[in-house]
């Protein structure tokens, strides 16, 4: 089976960020890299789509063009503010209709020396799935969006996603969520790291008081981010 990733971005990420990030993963994956951009950009096999504004609706337009673009059977999903070990990419999904995550990663509170994980820490960026699989569940996302009328201008967090939950598998129906697909979860055996900066896209909830409508995660964890075995980001970042 044919592993590659699928990378999306609207080039808004600190460019220091964003360089650091793409070198970790083409020395972490040795592989196909379809990336869509709003602007051209040097990294893999890129798709530019300029008129995409950063909205919901136009990140899954950009993740639908990857999964079309790609040739793999398995797809990775990353992004341009994430830091993937290699171990990441040894996965390999036991399934064809699952969506699989990695919940060995941390939130970086960048620059900070300050990162957090709990126990339910699911991540689109940590997902690894079937391409088939994939494909299908974001077309069917793309079809109701479409359907809805939804606003592909508004550059905010929208309400809408948050009701239908941005990880496949993650929120069932019965909740609000966009579908009932099937979850799993692996560990790798180095942690990822999830940067956590002021242009994120979605609330960074790197410290409790970010958990406005839940309560914090029981298993809620802090560690020195300069301490996350497997890495050395004070040297990488010349913190």
């Not at 990733?5 to 460019?15: A, D, E, G, L, S």
């Not at 341009?80 to 699952?98: A, C, I, Q, S, V």
């Not at 002021?198 to 309560?215: A, I, L, S, W």
Request: hydrophobic share 30%; net charge positive; charged share 30%.
């Amino acid at each position: 089976m044919k592993k590659g990733c699928i990378y999306y971005t609207v080039n808004r990420v600190n460019p220091k960020i964003m360089s650091i990030c793409q070198k970790q993963l083409r020395d972490s994956f040795n592989g196909e890299i379809v990336s869509v951009s709003t602007k051209p950009i040097d990294f893999g096999r890129n798709i530019c789509l300029p008129d995409l504004k950063r909205s919901y609706p136009g990140m899954v337009k950009r993740i639908l063009t990857a999964l079309e673009n790609s040739t793999a059977d398995i797809v990775f999903f990353t992004e341009d503010d994430d830091l993937y070990n290699p171990t990441h990419f040894e996965f390999n999904p036991p399934r064809t209709d699952t969506f699989y995550y990695n919940l060995s990663n941390w939130r970086w509170q960048y620059p900070l020396d300050r990162a957090i994980n709990y126990d339910t820490l699911i991540s689109l960026s940590m997902m690894c799935c079937y391409r088939q699989l994939a494909l299908k569940h974001f077309q069917e996302r793309m079809d109701r969006i479409i359907k809805e009328g939804w606003n592909w201008d508004y550059e905010g967090e929208s309400s809408q996603a948050r009701r239908w939950g941005y990880e496949p598998g993650n929120k069932p129906t019965i909740k609000g969520g966009f579908s009932d697909d099937k979850l799993e979860i692996w560990k790798s055996a180095i942690p990822n790291i999830d940067i956590r900066h002021k242009d994120t896209y979605t609330m960074g909830k790197t410290t409790k008081k970010e958990f406005r409508h839940v309560p914090p995660p029981e298993t809620w964890r802090e560690t020195k981010a300069f301490d996350i075995p497997g890495w050395n980001l004070r040297k990488m970042f010349n913190l």
